[in-house]
């Protein structure tokens, strides 16, 4: 699948995660984040830049619970519990985080 962007096909899977990580950038984020009915707070981009770091380190994206571990033990307290994250991703917040992140989809998520 693709999307256009542009003026440029995007590849992706078919729940609209990119395959190329390299295409992902900060606009094309955004993008795809208003083509899903969700318009990004500073929050949204906070645990976004989160799961890219964690994904730079681990080469995984954080399950759920690791991403609230992550957010609470870099203060983060207010976004660290699952329903605060549930309201910022309503289709799920690890696999809604790593698809705007321009990550995989989590392996867990089916």
Same mark, same amino acid.
Request: proline share 5%; net charge neutral; aromatic share 10%.
């Given at each position: 699948? =693709? &999307?256009e962007?542009?003026?440029?096909?995007?590849?992706?899977?078919?729940?609209?995660?990119?395959?190329n990580?390299?295409?992902?950038?900060?606009?094309?984020?955004?993008?795809?984040?208003?083509?899903?009915?969700?318009?990004? =707070?500073?929050?949204? &981009?906070? &645990?976004?830049?989160?799961?890219? #770091?964690?994904? *730079? #380190?681990?080469? =995984?994206?954080?399950?759920?619970?690791?991403?609230?571990?992550?957010?609470?033990? *870099?203060?983060? #307290?207010?976004?660290?519990?699952?329903? =605060?994250?549930?309201?910022?991703?309503?289709?799920?917040?690890?696999?809604?985080?790593?698809?705007?992140?321009?990550?995989?989809?989590?392996? *867990?998520?089916?």
């Amino acid at each position: 699948m =693709t &999307i256009e962007y542009n003026g440029r096909q995007i590849l992706t899977d078919e729940d609209g995660y990119l395959k190329n990580e390299a295409d992902w950038s900060l606009d094309l984020m955004h993008f795809m984040a208003k083509r899903d009915g969700l318009t990004l =707070t500073e929050e949204h &981009i906070l &645990i976004i830049n989160e799961v890219r #770091e964690y994904y *730079k #380190e681990f080469a =995984t994206t954080p399950p759920i619970r690791g991403l609230i571990r992550l957010l609470k033990s *870099k203060g983060y #307290e207010k976004l660290s519990s699952s329903i =605060t994250l549930a309201k910022l991703f309503p289709d799920g917040a690890a696999k809604s985080a790593a698809k705007y992140a321009g990550l995989p989809k989590p392996i *867990k998520c089916i």
